[in-house]
């Protein structure tokens, strides 16, 4: 009897394993799709990041640009102003000249009459004809003879003085042309960048759309491995389950499932607290990265560790800086499972993981989600700060 309850419990544990095997087949088939598909999808998201990059980079350099042009603008309207009140002080400069030319001219005009004439109180004869003495008369012909040809000698230098104004009016005027011009060029370069800038704006809009539906996709394929890697894990849990109890002893009874079935490919490690803050990831491979993520939902880098030492009753900060110097500091040829690595990514220490034995350590990064990555080769050796932190035992 006890062999035929054995037996039978055995084509049932085959059975069910068969069902197993078929369903965890499916599942690591749809978790390459996904893979594949989450990878293409971070591949466009690298691109269109990059290329909103430019974007904003040439956004940048036009605005230095237009404001150099906009200096250029007021500093070109400043000389107009300077120049157009030159013009207009020189105007008026040559309106005065041109007035007192022709007041010396007046003045001229009435003496020569009055030479002509005899008689009259100003005429020229009865200055000369009104002296007393022959060396009276001489005198007198040479004041008036100075007289008038000071008066003429005036109003040539009048003349000069007009026709340098002038001339120095004509090189505003010339100056001015120039200006205008000189504004209007700088018009159509600012009007130029600024329609250059208003289609790298809609540029950069459009990739920012995109960069979102991308990172929605994501997130989107994200959750789907995360659930697809909790069903492979629940199906070797499962799968373990059956394999134990598949068994049985000297006297025909089933084996007992043991403890460690119920973790995916955990490692064995001394202490329980490590061993429990290591086995708590497990279950949660490829939960997606998010920022400031410390819960199952999603992790960062340092919440995760946080998170998971928490399921072993040991409080860590939840912050890279600060666990940085959490515990003790041990070489990296001592390490063991359960320490904490570090990595230089974007900063010193900038990454950390849950060492987990065999160059090996689990953690949450940005591109997997949470993983169990190599940090003897690749990326990870590569940033490996030598940091190891020990802060359970």
Not at 196 to 204: F, N
Request: charge should be negative.
């Amino acid at each position: 009897m006890k062999k035929s309850f054995v037996t039978i419990a055995t084509v049932v544990v085959i059975g069910l394993s068969s069902n197993l095997v078929i369903d965890s087949v499916h599942a690591e088939t749809n978790l390459q799709e996904i893979q594949s598909d989450r990878s293409e999808v971070q591949n466009k998201l690298s691109k269109a990041e990059t290329e909103i990059t430019k974007v904003l980079t040439e956004i940048e350099e036009l605005n230095k640009k237009i404001k150099e042009v906009e200096d250029a603008l007021k500093s070109n309207q400043k000389m107009i102003d300077d120049t157009n009140a030159q013009v207009k002080s020189t105007e008026e400069e040559i309106a005065m000249l041109q007035e007192e030319i022709e007041k010396r001219y007046d003045i001229l005009s009435n003496r020569m009459v009055n030479y002509q004439k005899n008689g009259g109180n100003i005429g020229f004869l009865d200055v000369i004809f009104g002296s007393s003495s022959f060396t009276d008369f001489i005198s007198r012909v040479t004041a008036v003879n100075k007289i008038t040809t000071s008066d003429q000698d005036l109003v040539d230098q009048l003349e000069a003085d007009k026709v340098t104004i002038a001339e120095k009016l004509a090189e505003l005027s010339d100056l001015q042309t120039e200006l205008k011009g000189m504004q209007e060029t700088i018009l159509t370069q600012k009007k130029d960048n600024e329609a250059r800038k208003e289609e790298l704006t809609d540029k950069e809009q459009g990739l920012q759309a995109k960069i979102d539906e991308l990172q929605m996709e994501d997130s989107r394929l994200a959750s789907l491995q995360a659930e697809v890697n909790r069903q492979l894990a629940a199906a070797r849990v499962a799968s373990n389950t059956f394999a134990s109890t598949s068994g049985s002893d000297s006297n025909g009874s089933l084996t007992t499932l043991s403890k460690s079935s119920k973790t995916q490919n955990a490692p064995v490690v001394s202490g329980d607290a490590v061993q429990t803050a290591i086995n708590a990831g497990y279950p949660h491979l490829g939960t997606p990265y998010v920022w400031a993520g410390k819960g199952p939902g999603g992790f960062d880098c340092s919440g995760f560790v946080s998170w998971a030492y928490g399921q072993a009753g040991i409080s860590l900060p939840s912050s890279t800086g600060a666990m940085q110097s959490s515990g003790t500091k041990v070489s990296y040829s001592e390490i063991k499972p359960g320490d904490l690595v570090f990595f230089n990514t974007y900063k010193t220490n900038g990454h950390v993981g849950i060492y987990v034995g065999n160059g090996q350590f689990i953690g949450s990064q940005n591109s997997t989600g949470l993983a169990v990555a190599d940090m003897t080769s690749g990326y990870w050796k590569d940033h490996f700060s030598g940091h190891v932190r020990r802060v359970a035992k």
